[in-house]
């Protein structure tokens, strides 16, 4: 899990993700895709409903740093309410991408697959060791239609 760190950092940006196994598809997909995060902090939220809590932090101890994240569809109200408490305009889940924060319309991992395709999915779940957390075992075509990634399912 990451936490923010007492004072400013080097970090360009921030982004706020539900859990840790989020932390490392997002972290995992970033290589696979050749994205540079090297200025880029990953924060484990510990469940979105620490947002606020999060935001918070880092509005006083990280000013600076540019702040981001991902929410699933069904808990982008956590978001905004979070947001209007610090200062933001969002008003709706759709208000969200505007304020950095992409909301992904099923879950992430859906998102993971749509972005790298079964296989490139399949390969990052197994590198991060998160096909063994899977409450049922992950074939190729359970992967493809997404029947096993719930939002529960990688954490």
């Known amino acids: 899990m990451s936490h923010p760190p007492a004072g400013p950092t ?8 539900e859990g840790a196994s989020d932390v490392a598809a997002v972290r995992a997909a970033a290589r696979v895709m050749g994205v540079d995060d090297a200025h880029v902090r990953y924060v484990d939220l510990r469940g979105i409903t620490n947002i606020r809590a999060h935001l918070d932090r880092l509005t006083r101890e990280d000013p600076d740093s540019e702040v981001l994240g ?30 950095g924060f992409f909301v992904c319309q099923a879950d ?8 790298l395709g079964v296989d490139r999915a399949v390969g990052v779940l197994r590198e991060e060791g998160l096909l063994d957390k ?19 399912g990688w954490g």
């Open 10 to 17: 080097a970090y360009g940006a921030v982004v706020l993700l």
């Open 70 to 99: 991902m929410c699933d569809a069904q808990e982008a109200h956590f978001v905004v309410r979070a947001l209007i408490a610090n200062g933001g305009w969002a008003r709706a889940a759709d208000d969200l991408p505007a304020s």
């Open 108 to 115: 992430l991992e859906e998102e993971l697959i749509r972005a």
């Open 134 to 152: 899977q409450p049922v075992p992950l074939t190729r075509t359970s992967v493809s239609r997404g029947s096993c990634l719930g939002v529960r």
